[in-house]
Each structure stands twice: as C-alpha cells, then as structure tokens.
C-alpha cells in the first residue's frame, strides 16, 4: 500500500490529497507533526517537510513539488483521450501560468498567510509545554494578507471559470489546500468576495474534497461552515 | 530580444540566468529592485518576484518555477539524441530527486538564509533613506543556517558526481544560484567543506557562470574570492 505522510492542516499535504484524490491514487495517511522533527521522518525526508508519498516499490517523493510533477509527468499520456489531467496540461504557455499560480500559493500565500497562521494557531497551541496564545500583532498582519489574497483569488475567478483558466489545474488544488486550511480556522470572510466563495463551492463539492471535510484536528475544532457545503 | 528582468543578487534570478546560458537562450537582462514594488513590475508579474522572462512573440513567464519547467518540457525532444539538458532530465524517479533538490535550495535554504540575508545586508543597504546596519543576532542564526547548509551540500556532493545524481541538473544551478549570492557577500567558509567547494568550483568554471562571475552590485563590492576560479 502506498502511503502518504502528511499533516491534516498542512495546506501543501492538503493539495497533494486533493491531487491523488482527483487521480484515484489510494495512499494510506500516515500522521507526522512537523514540529517534532523526528528523526524517523527526517530520515525519510531530510528537509522535514511535508507532505512525503511513498510509492509500493517505487520511489519515496518528498514534497509537494516532487509530487505534483511526478504524477503530471506520470498522466501525460492520458491527456490525449480524455479531458486534461488535474494537474498540469495543455500548451506550455497555459502550464506555465498553472505554475505561475501554484508557486503563488504554495510560496507567497504560504509564506505571507498560511505558514504564519499555523504557528500562531496551531503549532503554539498543539506543542506540549509551550503552549501560548497567538500574538495580537501577528494575527492582524496575517488578516490583512488574508484579505490581499482572496482579493487576488476573487479577481482570477471573476476572470476566468478556474483560477489558471478554463479547466480545472494543480492551481486550484494547491490554493483549495491553503483556503481549506485558512477555513477550518474560521479566518475566511467569505462573504466579500462572492467570486472566490463561488469557485471554493464548486470544488467543495467534488468527491476528491470529502476526506478533507472529514477532517479534524485533535485539540482544535473546525469553524461551523468548514465542513459545510452551502456556507 | 527576450527579457529577462531580474535582481543582480538575487538567488532565483542567478539559478535562471545560468539556466538560459546553459541552453544557450540569449535574453537582455533588465534590473529590477524587488523593494520597490514598481507599478510596471507589478503589472508584469503581480506577485513582484523575480526573475521574470519575456519571450519575443511569445508568452511572459513568472518565476524560476514556471520558467525552468518551459525550458525543460521546450528541451525534452533534445533528450533522445544528445546529453541529458540541464533542468530535469531521467526517468521519473530521478527526476523527483532532481525537484527535490530544487525545492530545498528554492525553498528551505532562501527561507532560512539567503532570503534574510539580503535583507540583512543588501536591502537594508541600498534602500535610501531607510539604510541600517545588519542585526547581530538575525546574522549569527543566518551563519548558523549557512553551516547546515553547506553540511548538506557537502554531503550530497561527496556521494554523487552532481548535487542530484550522475548528470547535471536544475539542482546543482538552483543550488548555484544561493551559494553564489552568499558567496558575493563574503559568507562561505569554503574550506571546511571540501567536496562542497570542489563541486562548486566545477560550476564557476563552466561559460555559464562568466556573466554571473563579471556581475557588481553597486555599492556592494563582492568578496576577494567571489570571482576567483581558484578560491
């Protein structure tokens, strides 16, 4: 059986489970706290970071990056026959503003949002000894980003049926991977970006999105509309 | 003429540019201060980060992802006939290896040092009016992360003819990219990691490197050995 080692709140292990959702790749889940650093994990992926697939007598992909292109690379050949992978696809310009994309979200809103978020609201609160409250400050800076971002997000679904164009692509999965994230904390004020709220919809509802909705996190409940389908 | 707008320090920038010389695509390279958020820039690439390639008659790209992706799928055909080009290359296996790499040197070492470090002692330098000396305590963690770092390159480097296996790759450029940056900066204690700098040697000597090796960031003069071949 393949196995993914994963976080359930980690936004890059919530697109990968999207990603091999969408391809019926069945992994089992294996939990791993990042901020543990164990030297069992660190020993399957140096870097200490998630999420890791490793594939029945096949390679061991570490990280989102790996996967992703692994498993594009992997669908190619199906792309000729039938509608176009969910990952990368189409002429190399349109891949590359799929790309463009996923980098935004799994670099710049990881960095300026998600990443952030995660150690004010959850790491803090999760590490046994060293609980501590969020930081006031860093949690309004964070708002403020969060509000940039769905700006950005609410723009492109205005502009266009999927957030890299018209078909569904790695792009929506890794910023669903984020959002889902951001939105099981309660910290997505939907209602101002009706566009982005109707994109989200759309995605919550495919079968790839069940196993995440199902999801809770020991010792941190979900907002009342995470797992709600007419939020 | 392509474009390619980008920052003389910066490190995504660097592993692009030794990338189209290695492929032999001539591009006019276009300075950018990233600290400037420049309406234009913007305008080009939204998310105001380096580098960004404008293709003649052809589609802008954004990012080192996007655009080392293009250049490896636009080479692909190149595979069969002659050595493996200097992106991604190999079954898929190795591949996965290759990005993983990149996603450490991309990812991880830009976020634990070289990301800080420039704006520790080049930003905090060139911005006008706002200029200030670097912070003795961000630079001791920075020196501490370089060390790791190095260790794992040394590593990698002693149990494998190129950072990601038997040829070269997007790793070794990727990885190129940071380490020449920190390099500029004077901040390589090279002899204590020989297979490092061996390796790292091979790189400074190829014609790529030439441009990167000539290039000076006004009011910042690089380091004695920055452009040495024999360092």
Same mark, same amino acid.
């Given at each position: ?42 020993? @399957? ?5 998630? #999420?890791?697939?490793? /594939?029945? &007598? ?13 498993? &594009?690379?992997? @669908? ?5 026959? $039938? ?16 790309? =463009? ?7 710049? @809103? ?6 952030? @978020? ?5 790491? $803090?609160?999760?590490?046994? $000894?060293?609980?501590? +409250? #969020?930081? #006031?400050? +860093?949690?309004?800076? /964070? ?17 266009? =049926? ?13 910023? +669903? $991977? ?9 910290? /997505? ?16 509802? =495919?079968? &790839? ?8 996190? #020991? ?13």
């Amino acid at each position: 059986m393949h196995t993914l080692t994963q976080f359930r709140l980690c936004p890059k292990s919530r697109s990968i489970r999207l990603a091999l959702a969408e391809v019926a790749f069945e992994a089992a889940l294996a939990e791993e706290r990042p901020w543990e650093w164990r030297d069992e994990f660190l020993a @399957l992926n140096p870097a200490g970071e998630l #999420p890791v697939l490793e /594939i029945d &007598s096949g390679p061991v992909l570490c990280g989102a990056y790996a996967i992703s292109e692994y498993f &594009s690379e992997l @669908l190619k050949d199906r792309e000729k026959d $039938g509608p176009p992978p969910p990952l990368f696809h189409g002429p190399l310009d349109e891949q590359a503003e799929q790309r =463009r994309l996923v980098d935004w979200f799994h670099g710049k @809103l990881d960095r300026e949002v998600t990443r952030e @978020l995660l150690v004010e609201r959850v790491y $803090g609160h999760l590490m046994p $000894g060293e609980a501590h +409250a #969020p930081d #006031p400050a +860093a949690l309004r800076a /964070i708002r403020a980003n969060i509000r940039y971002h769905l700006g950005y997000v609410n723009h492109l679904a205005h502009e266009r =049926r999927w957030l890299a164009g018209d078909e569904m692509s790695f792009a929506d999965l890794a910023a +669903a $991977g984020h959002l889902s994230s951001i939105d099981y904390l309660g910290e /997505i004020p939907w209602e101002a970006y009706p566009a982005a709220k109707a994109w989200y919809a759309r995605l919550k509802s =495919r079968p &790839s999105f069940r196993s995440l909705l199902a999801d809770r996190t #020991p010792g941190i409940a979900p907002a009342p509309v995470y797992a709600d389908l007419d939020f």
